[in-house]
């Protein structure tokens, strides 16, 4: 069932486009989507858990670095994909890019509670200290993003 | 030619010996180079958005790039470390590649430019003009540097 699905997406024409014509381009593409997405997110998180930019409240750095790290998220994605339909049926066996997918769905459910249940609070922690559950949600938003990347690292050495 | 016997000769050093034998070395080099890379050009571009009037409006250009551009030197010297490192492990590859010395160029002009922004960011006045085609240049280059490393993976030596 998955591997007839993922034959399926590797006769698209744009799997077959990426493939035989442009998939050091989408992989650079990638690359670089990626480095911006996981370096501003530093930026958010590192302040999140009270390490850097401490002079700003919390929901300055959210407010205004955040929509940045959507927009090369949504490039590492679209990017992302073509790379996957390029090679889904090899892929589905890649060991590293399976730990990466499963780790993306956590690194989600963090991203998730954190907005809609300990943001909701941010008003008694948006200056100095943060709360504990802001702490812990940022340690393990940078733990599973330097996971994901390396896994998608990893996933190119299989 | 010159840099064909030097990688032939480092290729048979006893240091690149073992890191050709030693599975993790350049996974590992590789990804902690993508991770130091991710969070300069995330520095600069923080900055770059500054001196064009976006990003982090609410701070300073002063603050802005007192935030973000001390932290690309020890960043830049790990990135020396793990690119020599990944330059031993496979001297013919890198050594006889265009994409690589694409790569320094841009990063040496990155650098100065880099520097360029700090002076201004630090002895601008209100009223000075920003310097919008260097801000403009650092996000060119930045970007060439990681795609033309992803390259070098792809681009025949000489």
């Known amino acids: 069932m998955l591997e007839s699905f993922a034959e399926f997406l590797q006769t698209l024409p744009v799997a077959v486009l990426v493939s035989e014509n442009i998939f050091p381009e989408v992989e650079a593409a990638h690359v670089v989507a990626l480095a911006l997405f996981f370096g501003t997110l530093a930026i958010v998180d590192l302040r999140l858990v009270g390490l850097t930019s401490r002079h700003m409240r919390f929901t300055q750095i959210h407010d205004q670095v955040l929509p940045i790290s959507w927009f090369a998220f949504v490039l590492a994605a679209i990017t992302g994909g073509l790379m996957f339909v390029a090679n889904a049926s090899s892929y589905i066996h890649n060991t590293p890019l399976i730990i990466k997918f499963v780790l993306l769905a956590l690194a989600g459910v963090n991203m998730a509670y954190f907005q809609f249940v300990t943001f909701r609070g941010v008003a008694a922690w948006d200056n100095g200290e943060p709360a504990a559950a802001a702490k812990l949600g940022g340690y393990l938003s940078l733990g599973l993003w330097v996971g994901i990347i390396t896994c998608g690292r990893l996933a190119g050495f299989v | ?158």
């Not at chain 2, 001297?91 to 990155?110: E, Q, S, W």
Request: charged residues 10%.
């Open chain 2, 1 to 158: 030619m010159f840099i064909v016997e030097f990688s032939d000769w480092l290729a048979n050093t006893a240091i690149s010996q073992y890191f050709q034998v030693t599975p993790w070395v350049i996974p590992g080099m590789q990804t902690i180079h993508i991770l130091c890379l991710a969070l300069v050009l995330a520095g600069a571009v923080m900055v770059d958005l500054r001196v064009l009037g976006r990003g982090l409006k609410s701070e300073s250009m002063a603050a802005v790039a007192e935030r973000f551009l001390p932290s690309i030197t020890p960043l830049v010297l790990v990135l020396l470390f793990t690119g020599i490192i990944l330059i031993i492990a496979e001297p013919g590859r890198t050594l006889g590649n265009p994409a690589f010395y694409v790569k320094m160029v841009c990063l040496v002009l990155a650098l100065i430019i880099t520097a360029r922004l700090r002076r201004y960011a630090a002895t601008a006045t209100t009223g000075d003009r920003a310097p919008v085609l260097l801000a403009l240049l650092s996000m060119l280059l930045w970007t060439t540097i990681i795609v033309a490393g992803r390259f070098i993976a792809y681009i025949e030596p000489i």
